[in-house]
């Protein structure tokens, strides 16, 4: 069974870190890409960061670029995302994601992890 697991969030200040990891399961991790998503209160879900299992490459908007770093450590069958300078916007809940197929659409989703940026 794919199981996808967010773990790592938590109540930081302003202008600190956290880092989430996401451990997966039941498929051959190296083989798919995976994503970042949050969903701050009242609002919709939105992708925070992509990274693609044929190149490593990775892809951020612009309200976390500089910030958050997504990796993943296909030994350990983790995704990782590591925020930097936290603001009090980035509180939301946070998924992973699993890609079917070289972007051809998500067809696995974990339980969110919830972060909570406040002074």
């Known amino acids: 069974e794919v199981q996808l697991q967010a773990s790592g969030g938590g109540l930081e200040q302003p202008g600190g870190s956290l880092r989430l990891s996401c451990t997966a399961s039941?498929?051959?991790?190296?083989?798919?890409?995976i994503a970042w998503f949050c969903q701050a209160p009242g609002k919709e879900r939105e992708g925070v960061s992509c990274i693609n299992s044929n190149d490593g490459s990775t892809t951020y908007p612009d309200s976390v670029k500089g910030r958050f770093t997504i990796s993943r450590d296909n030994a350990k069958n983790t995704l990782y995302l590591q925020m930097n300078s936290l603001k009090s916007e980035d509180t939301a809940v946070y998924y992973c994601?699993?890609?079917?197929?070289?972007?051809?659409?998500?067809?696995?989703w974990g339980q969110g992890t919830l972060v909570t940026v406040s002074s």
């Open positions: 039941g498929f051959s991790f190296d083989d798919y890409s």
């Open positions: 994601a699993k890609d079917r197929g070289e972007w051809g659409g998500l067809d696995a």
